[in-house]
């Protein structure tokens, strides 16, 4: 009997095997047939951030109200600060969809410099006519309503990009786009070019409030304040309001930038920080300001 169950046994044993080997069979016979990817879930080791498609929900947008435009960007995209931030000019934005262009990183990216005008004029601009003796080839356009010039090089493999200067004013905007790389270049140049036909110009405003204290929230306010001491006056507070006259507050601590509402939301300023706060009195209410701009100190 008990001979018998053994075999019985041993007879299941080789029957499971002989399915797990069927089905095995099966599985890889139907993948290569249909061209399964086995390793469908491993990410590619890459340091590009490229969007292919983007809807009116994934855009921001940068405000410069001291030089007077905006132009939208991918949220997925990067604002970076630099030196050149301004003011004066020249003063340089940058939009990257990376977050770290060094170590070689790869990348699209769009700049807008702003330069004063110093007598010259859109078509006696040495830069962009240096360009055009190089062979870069011209298009006039138009710019938020205003004369422009485009510039190209396609002829060389190398080339990717171009370069748009517009003059309004005291100064002239220049617009440059590309990537590092053809590939990272064609994959990103339809989002590159929603993002320059988003640029207009808006009316530059001028603060007519500035003044350096601390940073306050106090529990029962909804808003944030600047408290600060004049000489034998008690504290003197101010209800800060980030969003008004059609401009998004500008945050700055260091190297980083952020409008307002997110820069306090991440701790990029904190409450007691030091900071200069230049913005427009509420001409109704001269106990709020509207916000420009705050600077850490």
Known sequence: M?????????LIIIIVIVLV?????????????????????IAPVSNI???????????????????????????????????MSGPPPPASAFFTNVQN???GSEYASITIL??????ETLDTWPEMLSLED???????????????VRLEQNSLPSDNGGW???AKGDYIYRITWGAMTQAIFAATSDIMEQMINSFEFIPVLVPDFSQTGNMSKPAEEENWFLLWEEPGNPAITKELIFNGLDAISMCQSGISQANCVDAMANGIIDEGAVVTVEGILNPDDQSRV????????
Request: aromatic letters at 16%; glycine letters at 10%.
């Open 49 to 83: 951030n490229i969007d292919t498609q983007a809807t009116n929900s994934g855009w921001q947008t940068y405000y410069n109200n001291t030089f007077g435009y905006k132009l939208k960007f991918l949220k997925s995209w990067f604002y970076i600060a630099d030196a």
């Open 2 to 10: 008990k001979n018998h169950q053994g075999a019985a046994a041993s």
């Open 101 to 103: 262009t060094g170590g």
């Open 164 to 166: 748009i200067y517009v």
């Open 114 to 119: 702003v330069s004063s005008l110093s007598g």
């Open 134 to 148: 190089d062979g870069y080839a011209r298009t006039d356009i138009k710019v938020d309503g205003e004369e422009a």
């Open 21 to 41: 080997i069927a089905v095995g069979l099966v599985w890889y016979f139907v993948s290569q047939d249909q061209g399964v990817n086995t390793n469908a879930n």
């Open 290 to 297: 509207y916000v420009i701009k705050i600077i850490e100190i």
